[in-house]
């Protein structure tokens, strides 16, 4: 029977885009849910700060009466303005092992794509850097995280049979919480905080962080500058994801460097693997979801690592040995095992120099595919 495409117009359709995976892997013991509420949310023009910019489409592909896939496609202005380059988008791509399916959903955006203008097209990626991206290309038998996308090992082999090739390749780490602080690093730490007039900021819940926000922003905005797929974020944008996230900061495990004139100059977030929580909640907060949230958040054995920045005057300092060590003695206090690092650029081997002191492994790879139209 042929695959019929359908467009997502409606906010029923909307839903059934958002809820597809759940059915796809309701049986993976691997894949971390999203919230279904927040899916929701971002895919919606009226309340996504970056359709300011960014202008998208869905599609649902149906085989035999029944969703067999999605796709969104995704233009984002600021992207082709930064990096001079035509480049569509397209991510949130799903579907069954079924070649058929998945070429009638790439070539829709592919089309698309064309008729805007575009004159190539690059994936799996979001809107904007904070958003999922990178398909799984190793690492189909490790626990996937909230804040990345996990897939079926298919997935690869079909978009090298839609002609895509690699465009460039994300890294992640599990590094294990060490057993103790050495001493002499303790000193140093010390040492480096005496000499530089910095300090660890002293925060005991969401709300200290809040006067440091606007520094935070920009420090994420330097120190990804010239990574691959970024623009800098709007100031609505960064009210979205302030929304969305800070209110789940745990500052055990999030610290900011703080200097004389109390400006931030470092931040380093990471936070309780929700993996489990969310699998319970099967995507939704209510009406027991936010209990399993809740408990993840105060009886964790693992953290996922989201963001690091530094002002680049600061690097090569010792900063980040600070905060890594910070939160390592919360850690080992709290009974944490291991973190696992979110995707990290296959060529920036300072983010990866990170990891050098601790045991660590590098156990899963993730790559945006591009073809040109």
């Known amino acids: 029977m042929s695959i019929e495409l359908k467009e997502v117009k409606t906010r029923k359709d909307l839903k ?98 064309k008729e805007q203008g575009m004159e190539s097209l690059e994936g799996p990626m979001g809107f904007t850097d904070l958003d999922e991206e990178g398909m799984l290309i190793e690492g189909f038998e490790e626990q996937g995280t909230y804040p990345m996308i996990y897939n079926y090992s298919y997935y690869p082999v079909h978009m090298d049979k839609l002609g895509f090739v690699k465009e460039v390749d994300w890294l992640e780490f599990e590094v294990k919480v060490p057993e103790k602080i050495p001493e002499k690093v303790v000193r140093v730490n010390n040492l480096i905080l005496k000499r530089s007039g910095l300090r660890l900021l002293e925060a005991k819940g969401a709300k200290d962080y809040k006067p440091y926000i606007e520094g935070f922003w920009k420090l994420i905005d330097e120190a990804y500058e010239n990574l691959f797929g970024t623009v800098p974020l709007t100031q609505a944008q960064k009210d979205f994801y302030t929304d969305q996230y800070f209110d789940f900061i745990v500052p055990d495990y999030s610290k900011f460097i703080i200097d004389e004139k109390n400006e931030l100059v470092a ?107």
Request: charged content about 30%; glycine content about 6%; aromatic content about 14%.
């Open 16 to 113: 059934k885009f958002v809820k597809f995976p759940f059915t796809l892997y309701k049986n993976n013991q691997y894949w971390a849910p999203p919230l279904i509420k927040d899916e929701l949310k971002n895919f919606d023009s009226r309340k996504n700060p970056a359709f300011e910019h960014c202008r998208a489409k869905y599609w649902l592909a149906y085989k035999d009466g029944k969703i067999a896939g999605r796709i969104a496609g995704i233009i984002n202005t600021k992207i082709i303005e930064k990096w001079k380059v035509k480049k569509a988008r397209f991510g949130w791509i799903d579907f069954i092992d079924d070649f058929e399916v998945s070429r009638a959903l790439v070539n829709v955006v592919e089309q698309w794509a």
């Open 267 to 373: 931040a380093g977030i990471a936070l309780p693997s929700f993996t489990e929580a969310l699998r319970k909640a099967n995507g939704r907060l209510f009406p027991f979801g936010f209990f399993y949230m809740l408990h993840a958040l105060k009886h964790p054995r693992k953290l996922d690592f989201y963001l690091i920045g530094i002002k680049k005057e600061y690097r090569g300092r010792g900063v980040i040995s600070i905060m890594m060590n910070d939160i390592n003695i919360n850690a080992i206090k709290n009974g944490i095992v291991s973190c696992e690092t979110s995707g990290e650029l296959e060529e920036n081997k300072a983010v990866q120099d990170m990891w050098r002191h601790y045991e660590h492994r590098q156990h899963k790879r993730r790559r945006c595919f591009i073809k040109t139209l």
